[in-house]
């Protein structure tokens, strides 16, 4: 059997990375974020190189599908996914196994973001 992929019915959904999500759940810019990673004894060196490196797969997928097929995980149904040629979960395991979770009869793909 042969499965071909619409790039252009292809839905890509991308995670957040940590930065992005404790941006959004701490309401901090990035100087205030960074005092409380240093605070905290993260090592910001590594938070930041996983943010870049999940960046640049969001711009490669970005550039194969076109961004206008990304949704937020926040907005996905079992609707809209079911109008897909492809889901590509873009992130890791755990984001794969939550993106799946909407999905039916649909090819799903996992991409891991930041290898």
């Known amino acids: 059997m042969e499965t071909k992929i619409d790039s252009n019915r292809a839905i890509v959904v991308p995670k957040m990375s940590m930065y992005e999500l404790d941006m959004h759940r701490f309401r ?3 100087q205030e974020l960074m005092q409380k990673y240093a605070r905290d004894g993260f090592d910001i060196d590594r938070i930041i190189g996983s943010h870049e490196r999940q960046q640049e797969a969001k711009m490669a997928s970005g550039k194969m599908f076109g961004e206008e097929n990304f949704i937020h995980y926040d907005r996905l149904t079992q609707d809209l996914l079911a ?3 492809a889901v590509v979960a873009l992130g890791g395991d755990n984001h794969f196994q939550y993106v799946s979770h909407f999905v039916q009869d649909t090819l799903v793909i996992g991409v891991n973001s930041d290898p």
């Open 28 to 30: 901090l810019g990035h």
């Open 83 to 85: 109008q897909a040629s």
